[in-house]
């Protein structure tokens, strides 16, 4: 039972007792005053009566004519007159009439009413004793009544009693209520914090659960610092931050093997030549300043998020740069930005920088790419001096601009046309067991034709801001499948979806239409959006996840020291980055930030999922580290 039905049953008790109270005392001292007003009506009568047979003549025929006119005339039960030896002379009798006074009222509260007694003289001599008792319906009447106006008045004052003991209720319950929403989230993993309740005994409950949930959001970021600087140490050069080789180059082999890779880009690197001969002309100290320097103008020259820079050796610096635009002219101004910014006036030394490049479609090996910008800087160094090269690109190879209308038709049609669909690749525990399938998009561009990857129209569908179309496409679909298949699936959905409230709206709606799907239903929202847009992003998870979905973030790596601003949100799984995953079999250092990282997330209630599984032996070394889900190449769901 309810607390706040226990409330109202105790309400209910308590007025009951004091109506019953109330009732009690009212008709008892009613019934007091209405049996004191007809004894002494009844003393009255009967002296009255008595006073005027004392002064006529004592004819019995008079007599009783005067008695029967005066108990006609009258409202009385009994008049009596009794000689003095006991004999009755005349009596005049009735029964109580109580029609309009329920039975069990008059046994309830009997009235019990005094005669009036005088004494009849005749002359000097007592002639009789006249008993008079006057008809109680009328108190009766009076007494119902009466009850029946407090039972009235009662009702209105418990109506109205009611009416304000919900708002004192509701009010007064308000904060148990969120303190068991608090409860059941933290019992989620959430650790959500309230508003301190005006009441005292409510107060130092929150307060204590407030506490609690700042400890552990505090702790949360404290591991999440931690695995930052584990996930930094593991990843990036001391010196410059930028990402280190093995982390670069398999951040890279995902960027030209993923299925949501871009199509195209622009690889590049970057060379100080003769580091030997400056550290020992100008110093360490001299020469990490112009490494440094180095990477400034790197950045600066590609300053997009989606751009990655690494430092492939001492004097050695990469950056790949997906889905790039008139990448010879990009060339050109890396290299004269990294010049001006080596050579400053006030340098004693004029430097030289090497550059080569090559352009890269989606699908090349990592040893293809790397050996052709090698060997386009390899004939920069020849050229003596600062020099650039450009790998020149293949022949099939295209500005985006000048694609964007045909995309535009192409992808508009498919959409119109429900040419939309996706692929599907298991996920698994540590078990083998199946938790969902991986579903990326899959479009036919053009009826009749191969099936599009992702990577090979979705970059064009956000430049062409259709990426929500995309994504209510694959939804739909999602809903379709789960009819007929089993499932559960997990879709994608991207950060501009996120932000728009009208789609997740119609994800809503769909939702509670078809609310035995729902639960079949997993959401990947890309690690940046979550952060990005922090408000949006919760608003996603709280319009979804109380319908059943499960959110989680993919492709997590890069932005682990703010997880624990995520303490609150709820989120049901993690996927680690395959860049993180490649290879882990042999790199301790990121298996030390991905244990501590499966740690955080257990805290969080969440599932560690590993993406990119390429072998048993990663798959092996994952289970170790306490994942409970992967993906990849090397997972294959048993028949």
């Given at each position: ?5 226990q ?6 008790a308590?007025?009951?007792l004091?109506?019953g109270?109330s009732?009690?005392v ?8 209405l ?9 009255d ?17 008079v007599i009783?004519?005067m ?19 006991g ?22 509260i ?9 004494q009849v ?11 008079v008792?006057?008809?109680?319906r009328f108190?009766?009447e009076?007494l119902?009544?009466?009850?029946l ?11 109205l009693?009611?009416?304000?003991g ?7 319950t ?16 959430r650790?959500?914090?309230?508003q ?9 409950v ?23 600087n584990?996930r930094?140490?593991a ?7 930028v990402?280190?080789r093995?982390?670069?180059?398999n951040?890279m082999?995902?960027?030209?093997e993923g299925?949501?890779a ?5 690889f ?7 580091i ?10 001299t020469?990490?300043t112009?490494?440094?320097h180095?990477?400034d103008?790197?950045k600066?020259?590609?300053p997009?998020?989606?751009?990655l820079?690494?430092?492939?050796n001492g ?32 340098a ?12 890269y479609?989606?699908?090349e090996?990592l ?8 060997t ?11 020099a650039?090269?450009?790998?020149q ?5 295209k500005?985006?601009?000048?694609l ?8 508009e ?7 939309v ?8 525990d ?5 938790i969902?399938?991986?579903a ?8 009749s034709?191969?099936?599009m ?10 430049r ?11 939804f739909?679909y ?9 499932g559960?699936v ?5 950060a501009?979806s996120?932000?728009?409230?009208q789609?997740?709206a119609r994800?809503?709606h ?18 940046f ?8 992003f919760?608003e ?8 059943g979905?499960?959110?989680?973030l993919?492709?997590v790596?890069?932005?682990?020291g ?5 303490y609150?949100v709820?989120?049901d799984?993690?996927?680690?980055d395959?860049?993180i ?14 244990r501590g ?14 993406e990119?599984v390429m ?6 070394c ?18």
């Open positions: 039972m309810t607390l706040t039905r409330l109202w049953l105790a309400v209910i308590i007025m009951t004091a109506f109270i009732f009690l009212s008709a008892w001292s009613a019934k007091s005053y049996e004191d007003q007809l004894r002494l009506k009844n003393v009568n009967a002296n009255s009566l008595a006073l005027s047979m004392s002064q006529m003549d004592k004819d019995p025929v009783e004519l008695i029967a006119s005066q108990f006609d005339i009258g409202h009385y039960q009994l008049i009596k007159l009794t000689s003095p030896s004999k009755v002379m005349v009596e005049r009798a009735s029964e109580a009439t109580t029609s309009k006074v329920p039975a069990w009222f008059i046994r309830l009997p009235l019990n009413t005094e005669p009036g007694i005088a003289q005749d002359n000097w001599r007592q002639y009789g004793t006249l008993t008792l006057s008809n109680n108190a009766y009076a119902w009544h009466g009850n106006r407090l039972l009235a008045w009662f009702l209105v004052g418990a109506l009693c009611g009416v304000i919900t708002l004192i209720l509701r009010s007064i308000r904060p148990l209520g969120e303190l068991v929403q608090q409860a059941e989230a933290i019992g989620a993993r650790f959500v914090t309230l301190e309740p005006r009441t005292q005994e409510f107060r130092s929150v307060r204590a659960m407030n506490a609690l949930s700042g400890q552990v959001r505090h702790m949360l970021e404290e591991a999440s610092q931690r695995l930052e584990l930094q140490a990843q990036h050069d001391a010196l410059t931050g990402l280190n093995e982390h670069f180059l951040k082999a995902y960027a030209l299925v949501n871009a199509p195209a880009g622009g590049f690197i970057m060379r100080l030549p003769d030997i001969h400056l550290n020992k002309d100008l110093g360490r100290e020469t990490d112009l490494l440094k180095m990477v103008a790197i600066t020259t590609c997009d998020e989606s751009c820079i690494g430092r492939l004097a050695d610096f990469a950056l790949l740069v997906p889905d790039a635009d008139a990448i010879e002219e990009l060339t050109r101004e890396m290299h004269a930005r990294t010049l001006l910014a080596l050579n400053e006036p006030s004693t030394t004029e430097h030289t920088v090497l550059l080569g490049a090559a352009v479609r989606h699908g090996s040893s293809q790419v790397l050996t052709r910008a090698d386009a800087l390899g004939r920069a160094e020849q050229e003596g001096g600062s650039v090269e450009l790998d690109p293949p022949v099939e190879w500005p985006a601009a000048s964007l209308a045909t995309w535009k038709v192409l992808i049609t498919a959409l119109n046309t429900r040419r669909q996706f692929a599907i690749y298991p996920v698994l540590e078990r083998g067991a199946l969902h399938y991986e990326p998009a899959r479009m036919q561009v053009v009826e034709a191969v099936w990857s992702a990577h090979e129209f979705m970059p064009w569908a956000s062409l801001g259709l990426t929500e179309r995309i994504d209510e496409a694959v739909d999602a809903l379709d499948w789960l009819k007929s298949n089993a559960p997990c879709i994608n959905v991207s501009q996120v932000c728009d409230p789609l997740i994800y809503q769909a939702l509670k239409r078809q609310p035995q799907l729902a639960q079949k239903i997993w959401i990947d929202i890309p690690e959006a979550a952060y990005r847009h922090a408000r949006e919760r996603f998870c709280a319009a979804l996840k109380p319908l979905c499960k959110i989680g993919e492709h790596g890069n932005q682990i703010h997880m624990g601003e995520l609150d709820g989120m799984y993690l996927k680690i395959s860049a995953i490649r290879d882990i079999d042999h790199n301790p250092g990121n298996q030390t930030f991905l990282l499966c740690t955080i997330a257990q805290t969080m209630g969440m599932m560690s999922i590993a990119g072998n048993q032996q990663e798959a092996t994952l289970k170790e580290l306490g994942f409970r889900g992967m993906t990849g190449p090397g997972i294959v769901l048993a028949k």
